[in-house]
């Protein structure tokens, strides 16, 4: 090292200590490697994952397979595309299509503001039952599922409220507002309320400081609680099982009426599962996306 790189290293420590660091990550890794490349490939970890991941995703190529199937039953009788041109045919399982989307968005929009607004209120205000409240908001998630759909039915029941497309909205707005609640608290919890007290100091009201402050902080937790709430609402059968009058199927109800019905899983069903698997893969795929570009704003 000549003598101006060493006066550089004097006055510039940052630099020195950056090439420390690099050369300590250097002699990391190559301890690293050198520790676990003597090792065998085929460890028990490493073969504890392979078989869950065979056990998780061989139904799944099983399905993809069958969803392919000439024949309508179990046995194969040669590749067809049949059953997806079926799929555009059955105007019953559209009509679920149409119902399970609109319940789902419906539903998830209620939640979200109610579970929001619930969360900021028992974050923001002080009460004497703000304890049990927020204990009670979490029964819909902790209870079982048949128990909640059958007091759910019982109250339509007792309200003689006629079961339908309203009566799973409401069913759904229900046990969803719970997970809403959840997740806006996780992001509360982690809030700097500093920030209102500047708020007010510099003139705002309550509402411009949860418009402009509270709601735009917590909008990852709602948009997280949004997209649960969606998919809750979309995979939901139990309670939707009891609270659907005629008429009013969601696609998990028409699936269980098709395999019923038929006396087992035809292959339209396998082509509706693989069209659904690539939606919510593809939906997933974007989503993570667009959450990573609102976290790095």
């Known amino acids: 090292m000549n003598f101006r790189a060493l006066i550089g290293n004097v006055f510039n420590p940052s630099k020195t200590a950056r090439r420390l660091q690099s050369e300590e990550s250097r002699h990391a890794k190559r301890a690293y490697f050198h520790k676990y490349s003597h090792r065998p490939r085929l460890s028990f970890s490493a073969t504890v994952f392979t078989i869950a991941i065979i056990f998780l995703f061989l139904p799944l190529v099983v399905l993809v397979v069958n969803s392919f199937n000439g024949s309508s039953g179990i046995s194969w009788g040669g590749f067809s595309l049949r059953?997806?041109?079926?799929?555009?045919?059955?105007?019953?399982?559209?009509?679920?299509?149409?119902?399970?989307?609109?319940?789902?968005?419906?539903?998830?929009?209620?939640?979200?503001?109610?579970?929001?607004?619930?969360?900021?209120?028992?974050n923001w205000y002080r009460f004497k039952l703000r304890g049990y409240i927020q204990t009670i908001s979490f029964?819909?998630?902790?209870?079982?599922?048949?128990?909640?759909?059958?007091?759910l039915s019982i109250f339509?029941?007792?309200?003689?409220?006629?079961?339908?497309?309203?009566?799973?909205?409401?069913?759904?707005?229900?046990?969803?507002?719970?997970?809403?609640?959840?997740?806006?608290?996780?992001?509360?919890?982690?809030?700097?309320?500093?920030?209102?007290?500047?708020?007010?100091?510099?003139?705002?009201?309550?509402?411009?400081?949860?418009?402009?402050?509270?709601?735009?902080?917590?909008?990852?937790?709602?948009?997280?609680?949004f997209l649960t709430a969606i998919t809750l609402s979309l995979e939901d059968f139990v309670i939707t099982f009891f609270v659907a009058g005629p008429g009013s199927s969601t696609l998990p109800i028409f699936i269980y009426s098709a395999i019923t019905r038929k006396s087992g899983i035809t292959p339209l069903i396998s082509a509706l599962s693989v069209v659904m698997i690539f939606g919510t893969v593809i939906l997933c795929i974007t989503l993570r996306r667009f959450l990573k570009y609102i976290a790095a704003k």
Not at 85 to 90: A, Y
Not at 139 to 151: A, D, F, K, R, T
Not at 162 to 175: D, K, Q, S
Request: hydrophobic share 55%.
């Open 83 to 122: 059953w997806y041109e079926r799929l555009l045919q059955e105007k019953e399982l559209w009509r679920a299509f149409r119902n399970s989307i609109f319940i789902a968005l419906t539903s998830a929009v209620s939640a979200v503001i109610i579970g929001t607004l619930g969360a900021v209120g028992i």
């Open 156 to 225: 339509f029941a007792w309200l003689e409220i006629p079961l339908g497309l309203f009566t799973i909205y409401v069913a759904h707005t229900t046990f969803n507002i719970p997970f809403v609640f959840l997740m806006v608290m996780a992001r509360l919890d982690e809030f700097d309320f500093s920030i209102i007290e500047a708020a007010s100091d510099l003139g705002a009201s309550e509402r411009q400081t949860l418009y402009k402050v509270i709601l735009p902080i917590c909008m990852p937790g709602i948009i997280s609680g």
């Open 139 to 151: 029964l819909p998630m902790i209870l079982p599922e048949i128990i909640l759909g059958v007091s």
